[in-house]
Structure formats: C-alpha cells, structure tokens
C-alpha cells in the first residue's frame, strides 16, 4: 500500500478538512479526494462523510486511523534506521502553554540549536486540552503542561520541573502597600484576569474565589499572558501569573506582588503519545527541556 495514502487519509482525519488538509500537504485539493476515494476503494468502505461542516471520519475510518498511525509510525523509524548517519536531524512540533512558549522555550531552543543545527523546533502554543489532542492527532511531537494532575489513557507524562506562580497587581494598587497578608475574603471583592479555562491555576483560583460566601469576584478570562499582564499593569485588577513571565515587571516597578494566601508552584510536565515512537530529534528535545529545569 502507498504510504502517501495513508498519510492523506491521517492528516485528513485530524484536520476534518479537505482544505486544510491540501494546505499542510502541499496537494491540490483534488488530489487529497483521489487518495482518499483510493483508499476507500481498496478497503471496500467509505471512511469519511462530507458534510457542510467539513469531513468527518465513519466507524469504519475511525477502526483503520490507529492501524493507519501504527504503520506510518513504523515507517518513520525505519527511514531514521536507514538516515542513521549519526546526526540527529528533522522537526519537531512541541506544545505548551503560552506562558512557557514566552518565557522558557525560546532559551532551551537557541541552546539546542547550537548543539544541534539540523533539528528545527516549532512552537504550538495551546492548553492541556490543546496539547494532549494534538499528541493524539499526531499534530505535535511533544508537549508541555502545567498540571498537578495528568491522567490520559494514551499520553504519558513524567515531571521535569516546577514553576513559581506571583498573585500581582499595579504598583498603585491598595493591596501592594499592604503589610497584612489579604485574605481570600478581600480578594473575592477584587477584579482579576484569568488564563483561559483549562489553565490549571486559573481554574483552581477561580473555585477559591467563588468558594467564598457572598462572593462577587470579576473575572475576565484571557488566551494570552501579555494581555492579562497589560491589564493589571494598568491598574484595572489582579492576576494570578507564572514568575518568569512577570519577573521583569516586578524588577522594573511596574507590577507589584500581592501580599496574600501562599500558591503553590505547578508541576511541568514533559508529555508524549504513549504508542507513538519518539524520532531522534525529539529525543534531544525532550533532553534539553529536562537539562534546562534541573
């Protein structure tokens, strides 16, 4: 069987479009129909619906998806057996969340790339959910998450670090000249800028705060560390960030932390697909994420 099927058909089945399919492919759209009514015609079965809203896999696409992965998986390593010249080389798309992609990701990729010129490092920035779906999609090579917990059936995780969170607000703000540690009851009277639900931290903050009788929190949910940033740099309420995105601001005077309940650090995790093999370009990524949080 033509791999470059099978590849059509996986990518297909993770991007639900045609469209986009053909883009990352670098195909013509009438070509990714070919393959695909190829393949349909070789098993006997229709393995994608064409809907309006794109093209959704059957129960018969869904039962030959992890068998197509298994083979393109086991083409991969024999074509690195065959490459093996002793250069590690090739791409690797690694996922985490905006906070890490800022902050620690670029120093660990410029590191890598002096030791190691031919892998190239892309970023995909995306919560838990985001990560771990695209591990199972096969879209992402390796992940990032900021867990205490990480239970999935087909990923697997291991703790490579831990990183500081900072409660801060404005300078001008009345908690940051406050010697009294605040209380969550005068914290639930306060406006706060949240991550996007998913982040971990974000999310057991905003139980805390809810958690209080009569309390009536505003809270703004945002997808990006800059813009919860900016807003409390403007005064307009709190935020609950990891320290290295806010380290600078802190040194420069222009955010304050907040003198309040204790927060602890959240857990790194490195993840990756728990069947899929590991190419040897993301081996020495994942390498130098776990040298650079030792």
Known sequence: MDTHLLNTFTTLARTGSFTAAAAELHLAQSTVTVHIRSLEREFGTRLFDRLPTGALLTESGRRLLERAEDVLDAVARLKAYGDDDGAVRGRVVVGAP?????????????????????????????????????????????????EEEADFPDVTTEPIGREPLALVCAPGHPLAASSRRASWEQLADEDFFLLEQGCSYSDNLER???????????????????????????????????????????????????????????????????RRWTAPAARALAEALKADSA
């Open 208 to 274: 805390r705060l809810l958690a209080v009788p009569g309390a009536r929190p505003r809270l703004t949910r945002f997808g990006s560390v800059e813009a919860a940033r900016s807003c409390v740099c403007a005064g307009l309420g709190l935020a609950l960030l990891p320290l290295t995105t806010v380290d600078e601001h802190l040194r420069q005077g222009r955010l304050a932390r907040v003198n309040g309940p204790r927060f602890a650090d959240v857990p790194v995790r490195l993840a990756r697909h728990r």
């Open 98 to 146: 905006e906070s890490l992609c800022s902050s620690r990701l670029p120093g660990v990729i410029a590191a890598l790339r002096m030791s190691r010129p031919e892998v190239d490092v892309s970023l995909y920035a995306a919560g838990t959910a985001g990560c771990v779906e695209g591990l199972r999609s096969g879209r992402l090579d390796l992940a990032l998450l900021l």
